[in-house]
């Protein structure tokens, strides 16, 4: 089994800064790559950003590009997710994905093989 271990999570103003971690363990035999999705109270599942694990390519949701940055350490098998200039709007729990295989769509939440427990972010005004 795959285990997806989310730290990092908590309050702050806005304008702050968090930074969320994701530990990946277990019997990975194949890892495209990882990504951080978002639900906020009442609202659906949506995606946040996406990096692949051998050759580092991103992609930012329209709404935190320019604010939030995802990176990874292979050594660790983890990837970050580093939050700036945080807005109310950004509240939600925060979940890591996991992608096995590539896939075309990686805003889908159907192209991921693995998911998080969550951590919750509040971010207040």
């Known amino acids: 089994q795959v285990q997806l271990v989310e730290a990092g999570g908590g309050s702050v103003q806005a304008g702050g800064s968090l930074r969320l971690s994701c530990v990946a363990s277990?019997?990975?035999?194949?890892?495209?790559?990882m990504g951080w999705f978002r639900q906020a109270p009442g609202k659906e599942r949506e995606f946040v950003t996406t990096i692949t694990w051998s050759g580092g390519s991103t992609l930012y949701a329209d709404s935190v590009k320019g604010r939030f940055t995802i990176s990874k350490d292979n050594t660790k098998n983890t990837v970050y997710l580093q939050m700036n200039t945080l807005r109310p709007e950004d509240t939600a729990v925060y979940y890591c994905?996991?992608?096995?295989?590539?896939?075309?769509?990686?805003?889908?939440?159907?192209?991921?093989?693995?998911w998080g427990q969550g951590a919750l972010v509040t971010v207040s005004s």
């Open positions: 277990g019997r990975i035999f194949s890892r495209y790559a």
């Open positions: 994905a996991l992608a096995t295989r590539y896939d075309n769509n990686w805003r889908a939440k159907e192209a991921y093989d693995y």
